[in-house]
């Protein structure tokens, strides 16, 4: 099935470390195909945070981290702050869709 | 400078048709296709399908198919998303994208066009 999952919502205290999977399969994630984070502000049009699975554009803080193995990846947030709370999406390709694949997304909540 | 800009809000009623807008600066237009994602109130993302500036090529997603039109005029740099009848259904938050290829990610992102179908 052509699904990307994430979990509905995470939180933690201001300068914690939080982690938000995405779990594909094997028309996805596990086809080699990369994962890209984006972070989505209310009120504001989704941001790029994480591409080609763990390369972060220009601007974005370090503490912003990916990962992916097998056909699971993940971001890392680090020294939480106020201003990170949004909603975050996955994002890979599918050979099954043949088309671009979000996850359902995450809302982070900085305590 | 790369941007994205959408037309604005639209309200319209059931049943009217809809066309919005998404225009290229700073980059070369017929270069990179241009990808158009949904969201719903209170919901997540969904892509709905790309079109090519280059060629006119289009490509939507099964769930969209059908239901929606996409196009772009090169000569002004502007691809399109269309609605010959809309539902209530369609109430939503559109963007347009830029997106080159499979492994690529949505790197630039317009800044959405708010769309209210209501009687």
Known sequence: QSVLTQPPSVSGAPGQRVTISCTGSSSNIGAGYDVHWYQHLPRTAPKLLIYGNSNRPSGVPDRFSGSKSGTSASLAITGLQAEDEADYYCQSYDSSLSGVLFGGGTKLTVL | ?119
Not at chain 2, 76 to 87: E, G, N, R, V
Not at chain 2, 92 to 102: F, H, I, L
């Open chain 2, 1 to 119: 400078e790369m941007q994205l800009v959408q037309s604005g809000a639209e309200v319209k009623k059931p049943g009217e048709s809809l066309k919005i807008s998404c225009k290229g600066f700073g980059y070369s237009f017929i270069s990179y296709w241009i990808g158009w994602v949904r969201q719903m109130p209170g919901k997540g993302l969904e892509w709905m399908g790309i079109t090519y500036p280059g060629d006119s090529d289009t490509r939507y997603s099964p769930s969209f198919q059908g239901q929606v039109t996409m196009s772009a005029d090169k000569s002004i740099s502007t691809a399109y998303l269309q609605w010959s009848s809309l539902k209530a259904s369609d109430t939503a938050m559109y963007y347009c994208v830029r997106w080159s290829a499979q492994n690529n990610p949505c790197d630039y992102w317009g800044q959405g066009t708010l769309v209210t179908v209501s009687s």
